[in-house]
Each structure stands twice: as structure tokens, then as C-alpha cells.
């Protein structure tokens, strides 16, 4: 008989065959994991919508950074939470706020360990906006400069990537300028390129205590809408000097991160934020859904959209699974 159609089943026919021909793979070394820093001591503070994701003060942070060594994760990234916050959110540039302590004990216990540093105002500014504020406006260009000072102050702590988050037109050229007369020309940045206003976020500002006090982040994150915008914005930052793109949210813009892989060839990121987490835990609590399969799942087609890491809440729980 002749054939008259595909036998696409001849290579699903055993798990070995199946193991041979797969295309994606999630790795250790694929993964990046959130860490929140307190200040005081035998600080463990679990955030209530984020199962297993805890505020951590430096003691309790470097008993958690035991256990992420020995599971093979080699990258963190980092967002402090100080209990002084101003207009000017001067904690982020200050050398001996919460954050860039955490940082330094980090490089000292595990100098082989990424540090990469969120370089945004938000957990340090008292109306929770990622920049300053005039007349009930985010001021783009004076927020730029604080920027720059935040990431120098973060490099000179031992940052090892600065991950600017916060949106403000020019941000990578001007914390590019600032790493650079500061003599940190060899710092990478890993921009928040394709950043959406999004209800994806709920849970981190728990995490981060940055809520906005008043209105919300539409005037500097984009349209969830949209996405030529994305390209525009990732544009920008790869001519204004970019070394990594980062996506986020993820799930629900798994096209972006394919969009920048076929326009882009910087390493791509992908931010599995605190909601996709959040939904997860609680169906997974509930006994609802397999935790392991949803979440490997999510994190390949991160993969096979084109992410080359991702940033992810359960890189703790990965890492296990992977070690398996
Ligand atoms: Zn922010």
C-alpha cells in the first residue's frame, strides 16, 4: 500500500528514542533565582501569596545560600527591602544600605556565584514608584541619574551584572556612562527590555514592599497590547548598549521572548514572575495539578521560545528535580 501520509510516531515509540530527539533542554545553569534581603537578624519571613519564598535578613541569607551552592544554581538576583524609605529612594545608592551588604557577603562566602543586581528605585522610595516624582509625574532624565548612581554603588559592592528594571527612557546608555567613568566598563548589563504593566506582579510587591502609593505604572511599563512596541524598546537597548534582554513577564509573553530571538542575538531572559509562581503553588497546595510537570513544562517552552536562562521562584525546587 502506498504511503499517503507522515509517520511522525516512529520517533515517540520509547522513552529512549524520545530522549534522543528532544530539542530543549532546562539546565542548572539555565537558572536564576530571586532573593529578597531584610534588614535585622534571624529574619525568615515567608510572603504569604509566594509558598516557600522568604524575606531574608544577612544571617538567614547566608544559611539560604548554602543550600542554592549546593544545588548546583549559580546565579541570584537581588532586590533589597530597607526600612528607611524617602522621596529619592536614597537607599538605593547608598553603599552601606541592605542590599549592597547582601551583596558584598555574597561575593565573600561564594565568590564563584552570578550577582546579578535589580537596579531599580522602587523598594526604596516611600511612594513605591520606580523613579522621582514631580507634580504626580515620574521624571524621566533626574531618575536616569539616580539610576547611575545606584548601579555603581551596586557594582562597587560586587555585582557582578546590573539589571536595570525600571523603564525610564535611556537608562541603559546612562548606567552604561556611569559603570564606565566609574572604571566598571567590564560590568554587563542585563536590561528589563520588554517590561509590561502587568497583574502578574501582585505577589512580588508583597515580597518587595513596593506597591505604588498612588496610581500605577502605565506611564513608563508597556501595554501588554502590544507588541512591535517591544521591539522598539529592545531595539534601543541593544543600540545603547545592552548585553542580555529580559522579557517579563514570561508566561503570557512567551511570543516577545520568541520575537527577540528572531531579531535579536544577545542572550535572551526570561522572567517567570510571582504570579505564574503563585498560581502554581496554590493549585499544587490544592492537589489540583502535577507541580513538577507544570512547572518543567513552563520553563522548556521558555527554551523553546528562545530564552537562554530564566528567571525563576522555583530554581530551587528545579535544581532538585534535576538532580534526580
Ligand atoms: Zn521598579
Redesign the pocket.
Known amino acids: 500500500m502506498a504511503q499517503t501520509f507522515d509517520r511522525h510516531r516512529r520517533l515517540r515509540k520509547s522513552a529512549a528514542m524520545r530522549n534522543l530527539v528532544r530539542e530543549n533542554h532546562v539546565r542548572v545553569e539555565d537558572l536564576i533565582y530571586p532573593l529578597f534581603v531584610v534588614e535585622g537578624t534571624g529574619i525568615k519571613n515567608e510572603i504569604p501569596s509566594m509558598p516557600g519564598v522568604y524575606q531574608l535578613s544577612l544571617d538567614t541569607l547566608a544559611e539560604e545560600l548554602k543550600e542554592i551552592v549546593a544545588l548546583g544554581i549559580q546565579a541570584v538576583l537581588m532586590f533589597g527591602v530597607p526600612t528607611h524609605k524617602d522621596a529619592c529612594g536614597t537607599e538605593a545608592y547608598n553603599d552601606d544600605a541592605i542590599t549592597q551588604q547582601a551583596m558584598r557577603l555574597i561575593k565573600e562566602a561564594h565568590p564563584e556565584m552570578i550577582v546579578i543586581a535589580d537596579t531599580?528605585?522602587?523598594e526604596y522610595t516611600d511612594h513605591g514608584h520606580?523613579g522621582v516624582i514631580h507634580e504626580g509625574e515620574v521624571v524621566n532624565d533626574e531618575t536616569l541619574k539616580l539610576l547611575g548612581q545606584t548601579a555603581v554603588s551596586q557594582a562597587k559592592a560586587g555585582a557582578d551584572i546590573i539589571a536595570p528594571?525600571?523603564m525610564m527612557d535611556g537608562f541603559v546608555i546612562a548606567i552604561r556612562e556611569a559603570l564606565d567613568e566609574a572604571g566598571f566598563e567590564h560590568i554587563p548589563i542585563m536590561s528589563y527590555a520588554v517590561k509590561y504593566a502587568s497583574a502578574f506582579y501582585g505577589p512580588f510587591r508583597d515580597a518587595a514592599g513596593?506597591t505604588p502609593q498612588f496610581g500605577d505604572r502605565k506611564s513608563y511599563q508597556m501595554d501588554a497590547a502590544n507588541a512591535r512596541e517591544g521591539l522598539r524598546e529592545a531595539a534601543s537597548d541593544v543600540k545603547e548598549g545592552a548585553d542580555f534582554l529580559i522579557v517579563k513577564p514570561g508566561l503570557a509573553f512567551m511570543d516577545m521572548v520568541l520575537r527577540l530571538r528572531e531579531n535579536f542575538n544577545l542572550p535572551i531572559v526570561a522572567y517567570n514572575v510571582s504570579a505564574e509562581y503563585s498560581m502554581v503553588k496554590a493549585a499544587a497546595l490544592n492537589g489540583w495539578i502535577d507541580e513538577e510537570r507544570i512547572v518543567m513544562e513552563t520553563l522548556v517552552g521558555f527554551k523553546r521560545a528562545g530564552a537562554d536562562m530564566i528567571i525563576t521562584y522555583h530554581a530551587k525546587d528545579v535544581a532538585k528535580w534535576l538532580a534526580r
Do not use: G, I, V
Open positions: 531599580c528605585l522602587c520606580c528594571s525600571n513596593s
